[in-house]
């Protein structure tokens, strides 16, 4: 199968779970807030967790859960990203925001309930055995959490009014946290599901991540708004340094072609069943929203 | 033990527990606000967790991280419920709260953080085997998700905005959720640690838990700002439907009584093991903090 047509069958898997997941919820503006924050959008993040499992011969029914809660925790680090207090964006996926269709305490609670659901979809038992989802528990906390996505979101926020421009050094520990920690997790959930060695995804999933950055500040210099549907040129209008402030347009794009080479490398071990998570490196760096 | 000297104790061994998860954090703004956010207040919570668990012979040592992971999970929820959109509070256990003391930006991702940590600490291995743990996660999940804790808080704000007062029946329903849930969790937790049957404790901690809320709006009506730590007389203001607005001040201290009553019938099945548990209904509605 085409990487997009995997990533779109992905992505139907992903969306059933979720709106099965927040069928029963109270007819309350905060669960319909839930629902349209966890609509759309690429779920590359999701994508990843079944991809890999399907190369232990994982089936998509039992790996399910563990993509649509990486799924719903990136949701909830959107909406809350999304905030006036913080990155004050009106526009994602082509539509308003959560606190501008709503309002912000509506953004503030669909957000925390968000990241529960996540932890909460962990604990299906499709996903194996309670030692095996404890696991996922483990590593998705450690992976969001203070010393992960949180972290970076908070040194981002802290670049916007520091004195000098970040270095090279500090904006990839920024990145690493800020998208590459759920990326990594991502990855890595396949073989944690299967009981594998995440050693291999794991080394995949850095290169990815830091590729999927550095494609990220290219799209917000070269993009189109209508077409990634957010709004772009929000860095270099801050002050803020980019991977293409600092390597400028080409040299970014060399590093972020080196990073998917590096990330196809580490899958030599799984063979031919590695060829979409392959394409999906080059789609990476190649899109356009 | 007296109630007052075992909540102290139980106070001390989850700040200490709480301190260490956060130890090794970096040297960021986002840490800084967490610990501040965890510091203080009663702990009934985490005291619950404790003294349940000793029902069934549990040491603190073994229950510890699931009740500084309550502890945690109900400090996000204050840090963000006293955010500028949703109950715009800047005085807590009589310090400035976290957006007032750092930024709004800082006291969403704090939160955010905290409700993290909670999860994190619940996948301790001192708290028993992964099925136990995994248990304690999913309905850690269950009780502060959009079917509990996080229901009731979007109910308090459309409240806010009601054409008309809620009725006794809508605002007992809000409790169950906004404060309820919680405190049920941290009552059932020493059965679920000790894998015995937590119906009489769930029971226990219905009636605590709308005794807790109705001693709340008590305090809110007659309590000392001073005492309390926390801004007053703001339901009254805002016009907003309480126990007291509904009972009568007389009435709501009655029904108070009546709960705990309730609650100390339920705790017969431990016979004096419970005299603590009992003492602790008790306070709940005694406090004037």
């Known amino acids: 199968m085409s990487f997009p047509a995997a990533l779109a069958e992905a992505g139907g898997l992903i969306g059933a779970r979720l709106e099965q997941a927040l069928a029963d919820g109270a007819d309350e503006p905060v669960i319909h807030a839930m629902r349209y924050a966890v609509a759309g959008g690429k779920r590359l993040r999701g994508f990843l967790v079944l991809e890999t499992a399907a190369l232990f011969g994982i089936a998509p029914a039992q790996a399910i859960s563990a993509a649509a809660a990486v799924e719903a925790l990136h949701a909830y680090s959107l909406v809350h990203d999304d905030l006036p207090c913080m990155d004050d964006d009106d526009l994602r996926r082509g539509l308003p925001t959560v606190h501008v269709k709503w309002d912000q305490a509506t953004a503030v609670l669909a957000g925390d309930a968000l990241q529960t659901l996540a932890f909460e979809l962990l604990c299906d038992p499709a996903l194996g055995k309670a030692d095996t989802r404890l696991e996922l528990v483990r590593t998705l906390a450690l992976a969001s959490g203070a010393e992960g996505m949180v972290l970076g979101q908070a040194l981002d926020i802290a670049a916007e009014t520091a004195s000098a421009p970040l270095t090279l050094d500090q904006i990839t520990r920024l990145q690493a946290g800020k998208t590459g920690a759920l990326i990594r997790w991502s990855a890595e959930a396949g073989a944690v599901i299967a009981g594998a060695d995440p050693a291999p995804l794991r080394a995949y999933a850095t290169a990815l991540g830091l590729a999927f950055q550095i494609a990220d500040d290219i799209l917000d210099e070269t993009g189109d708004e209508a077409q990634t549907g957010k709004r772009l040129h929000k860095d270099a209008k801050a002050g803020k340094a980019t991977f293409v402030s600092l390597l400028g ?3 970014a ?17 799984y063979g031919d069943k590695a060829q979409t998570l392959i394409d999906a490196a080059r789609f990476v760096i190649a899109r356009d929203s």
């Open 249 to 251: 347009l080409e040299g």
């Open 253 to 269: 794009r060399a590093r972020a072609r080196d990073l998917v080479a590096e990330a196809e490398r580490h899958l030599a071990p």
